[in-house]
């Protein structure tokens, strides 16, 4: 599930004291949203947002000094002409950049086309990270998973398991050993790139955690800022399951890494039996380093199943 647009009005408002620009042009008309199929056909934002470019219609031209001087550099019938082209372009909004003064003419013609036109003194590069970021958060494929979403050793950990297992007791431990919470209980995955999902809080639960018996506690408000973030990307899941299902279900030594699928990306997963006496929050950290181990090409199993092969070989010699 994602949106399919955005107002010119709403990008504008998302902006105004970032990128300090106003709205000069194209006022008619501050509905303006995207072309739905360009949105459904963009493999990124970088599809939605450039600079003015006759060959991509449908997305947000960035008019910078170069653009400028290609405009104003011409005899007026041509000028007329290349401006009027942009019309052909049906750009959502035309943004001027770089401390540049729109021509007249483009002016008026983004008045009788009715098409928003922003200027802004921030540099022409400076807008398209910013708006193409944006975009790419607004229009990212997006899903709920339920959970404690952590950053655990600099990694995004999403706890999962049935409810009553002790997950959020279990977050609360590893803030209290230096980790950092994103979201308990529910957190927003956003597919941000062909192989990346980044997990948010939403915003009703932010900074809170329910711990049963005791009930919400106000995670920043008691162990402060560094214990609180807020966006992680999802690197490992890790699965909470109680001891008979870890038995009737799981190999105690996976051949395979275990992975789940969220948004059509694999995501890295571990499984931890829940039993009296065990210590989870070591136990996961565990995980978490050898994730990073795996990440980093070192395959723990694999180097023992080869050193288990290199003594066979030797003992029938």
């Known amino acids: 599930m994602k949106p399919t647009s955005i ?4 990008l504008f408002e998302a902006h105004r004291a970032a990128l300090r620009w106003e709205w000069i042009a194209g006022h008619a008309h501050p509905e303006r949203r995207f072309d739905d199929s360009a949105v459904r056909d963009a493999r990124s934002a970088a599809d939605l947002v450039g600079y003015l470019n006759y060959i991509h219609p449908y997305r947000v031209q960035i008019v910078g000094r170069r653009e400028i001087a290609y405009l104003v550099a011409s005899a007026p019938e041509d000028q007329e002409r290349r401006i009027a082209r942009i019309v052909t372009l049906e750009p959502p909004v035309l943004i001027v950049a770089d401390e540049q003064v729109p021509p007249d003419r483009l002016v008026a013609m983004c008045d009788r086309a009715e098409i928003p036109l922003f200027i802004t003194r921030e540099s022409a590069g400076h807008v398209i990270d910013v708006v193409r970021a944006y975009l790419a958060h607004l229009f990212a494929e997006r899903t709920t998973r339920h959970g404690v979403f952590m950053d655990i050793l600099g990694l995004g950990v999403l706890l999962t398991g049935e409810s009553g297992l002790g997950k959020s007791e279990l977050g609360l431990e590893l803030i209290s050993r230096g980790h950092g919470l994103v979201a308990d209980d529910a957190v927003d995955l956003y597919r941000t790139s062909q ?12 900074n809170l955690l329910e711990v049963r018996g005791i009930g919400l506690l106000d995670i920043k408000a008691i162990f402060g800022e560094t214990a609180v973030r ?19 279900e799981f190999e105690r030594l996976p051949y395979e ?16 039996a829940v039993d009296a006496g065990r210590n989870l929050a070591v136990l996961v950290e565990a995980a978490v380093r050898n994730t990073v181990l795996q990440l980093r090409g070192i395959d723990t199993y694999q180097e023992f199943i080869e050193r288990h092969q290199r003594a066979m070989e030797r003992g029938q010699n």
């Open 230 to 248: 807020r966006k992680m990307r999802l690197r490992l899941i890790v699965h909470l399951v109680r001891k008979e299902t870890m038995e009737r």
């Open 195 to 206: 192989t990346a999902l980044e997990g948010r809080c939403p915003e009703l639960l932010m």
């Open 257 to 272: 890494p275990l992975y789940e699928e969220i948004l059509g990306i694999p995501v890295r997963k571990v499984v931890i």
């Open 7 to 10: 107002s010119a009005e709403a």
